[in-house]
């Protein structure tokens, strides 16, 4: 029987620690992650990352206004006095992130106050049209992540000091889609 609800999966999740967290990754990357549902592994992986190294996390869950279902939303991330929301894309085909799940954390970011950053996380990386929409997204800051930059977090254990990096880089250079392999951690 595999995990059903928002609270399995997080009570799961829980359970890694960096060395399991690679493990799913793995797992992940050969497309064999039994238990988690299409996309859920990968997006509990990325934040469980946030939460092993320091980050306060706010699992998956729905947002309701006026009485309907407005908004679901991947997780929120608070690290080194950012704010950040959360779409993590895991596609099956291996095809790259196109506009749309830009555009919507972009609406969703309208309703926040403007310091709070989106961050899309995709194993398969980004279509051109998707990076060229990050870069016209501000004021609504959208940084982008693909596969190999969390890949490198889970082996470095460190993914709070790339977000900051990637945040500094953005703000210094414009760049929402800089990818933090570029620049070594010591």
Same mark, same amino acid.
């Not at 709070?116 to 995709?122: K, P």
């Given at each position: 029987?595999?995990l059903t609800s928002a609270?399995?999966?997080?009570?799961?999740?829980?359970?890694?620690?960096?060395?399991?967290?690679?493990?799913?990754?793995?797992?992940?990357?050969?497309?064999?992650?039994?238990?988690?549902?299409?996309?859920?592994?990968?997006?509990?992986?990325?934040? &469980?990352?946030?939460?092993?190294?320091?980050?306060?996390?706010?699992?998956?869950?729905?947002?309701?206004?006026?009485?309907?279902?407005?908004?679901?939303?991947?997780?929120?991330?608070?690290?080194?006095?950012?704010?950040?929301?959360?779409?993590?894309?895991?596609?099956?085909?291996?095809?790259?992130?196109?506009?749309?799940?830009?555009?919507?954390?972009?609406?969703?970011?309208?309703? &926040?106050?403007?310091?709070?950053?989106?961050?899309?996380?995709?194993?398969?990386?980004?279509?051109?049209?998707?990076?060229?929409?990050?870069?016209?997204?501000?004021?609504?800051?959208?940084?982008?992540?693909?596969g190999e930059e969390i890949?490198?977090?889970?082996?470095?254990?460190?993914?709070?000091?790339?977000?900051?990096?990637?945040?500094?880089?953005?703000?210094?250079?414009?760049?929402?889609?800089?990818?933090?392999?570029?620049?070594?951690i010591p």
């Amino acid at each position: 029987m595999g995990l059903t609800s928002a609270a399995q999966y997080e009570n799961a999740i829980k359970s890694f620690q960096w060395d399991g967290l690679r493990s799913l990754w793995n797992q992940i990357e050969n497309r064999y992650t039994p238990n988690w549902d299409s996309g859920k592994a990968f997006e509990y992986t990325v934040l &469980r990352a946030f939460e092993l190294d320091g980050a306060e996390v706010k699992w998956p869950y729905r947002v309701k206004l006026f009485g309907e279902e407005v908004e679901q939303i991947d997780g929120v991330i608070y690290s080194g006095g950012l704010s950040c929301l959360v779409e993590s894309k895991d596609f099956a085909d291996k095809s790259n992130v196109d506009i749309a799940p830009i555009a919507k954390l972009r609406n969703q970011l309208l309703r &926040r106050p403007a310091s709070t950053l989106g961050l899309v996380f995709s194993r398969t990386g980004f279509t051109d049209p998707a990076r060229h929409l990050s870069y016209f997204s501000l004021p609504q800051t959208i940084l982008l992540w693909n596969g190999e930059e969390i890949k490198y977090a889970l082996e470095k254990e460190i993914i709070c000091e790339l977000l900051t990096l990637k945040y500094r880089v953005c703000v210094e250079d414009g760049l929402p889609d800089y990818d933090v392999r570029e620049r070594e951690i010591p």
